[in-house]
């Protein structure tokens, strides 16, 4: 409900973005927290059996946040998005459902084939982060420009879905759900 938000002498501009700011801030978080309970799990696991080591040091702890979390500008800029164009409390669920399937893809195709060693692929949001978190777990270190290129073409993204949903919010039909 946006009615008593938009009550508020605020703009429109001003609660998106505060929406969207606190929801990365959540999403960041929950990264950490994540990334915390692998280090700690992880070491205490027998992965000997399945032919898995994992030397996990501050480096790869660090390159990992960094390559992570600006990520989180992108998902919740769009998860902010896709539901402004929604009809029902519904429908919104099954765009962030379908969402999440989209960004397993980049993952997926990793696996399954090589991507090239392209520098330019890095700045593609979900696609960067792939490949940077596969080289650092794979033993290598990505130069800084690479976590540049990819946190910031992933906050860039992020900042224009949300430009484009508080514009969006300008409209009546938007914010109060009229057809008309």
């Not at 979390?69 to 998860?79: C, D, R, S, Y």
């Not at 429908?91 to 960004?103: D, R």
């Not at 484009?164 to 009229?178: D, K, N, P, S």
């Amino acid at each position: 409900m946006l009615e008593p938000l938009l009550l508020n002498p605020t703009s429109r501009h001003a609660i998106v973005a505060g929406k969207w700011l606190a929801a990365v801030v959540f999403a960041g978080v929950g990264m950490v927290s994540v990334l915390a309970g692998t280090l700690v799990l992880v070491p205490r696991m027998d992965l000997s059996a399945l032919g898995i080591r994992m030397d996990v040091g501050v480096f790869q702890t660090v390159a990992i946040l960094a390559g992570t979390v600006p990520l989180a500008f992108f998902a919740v800029g769009i998860q902010l998005l896709l539901p402004t164009f929604a009809r029902s409390f519904k429908e919104p669920q099954t765009y962030v459902s379908l969402l999440m399937m989209v960004a397993m893809v980049p993952g997926i195709i990793a696996m399954v084939s090589s991507l090239p060693d392209d520098n330019w692929l890095v700045a593609m949001p979900v696609l960067g982060q792939q490949m940077l978190l596969t080289q650092v777990l794979g033993g290598d270190e990505p130069g800084v420009v690479l976590f540049l290129l990819a946190g910031g073409s992933s906050m860039l993204v992020g900042v224009l879905f949300v430009a484009l949903t508080a514009r969006l919010f300008q409209h009546e039909r938007i914010v109060f759900g009229t057809t008309h």
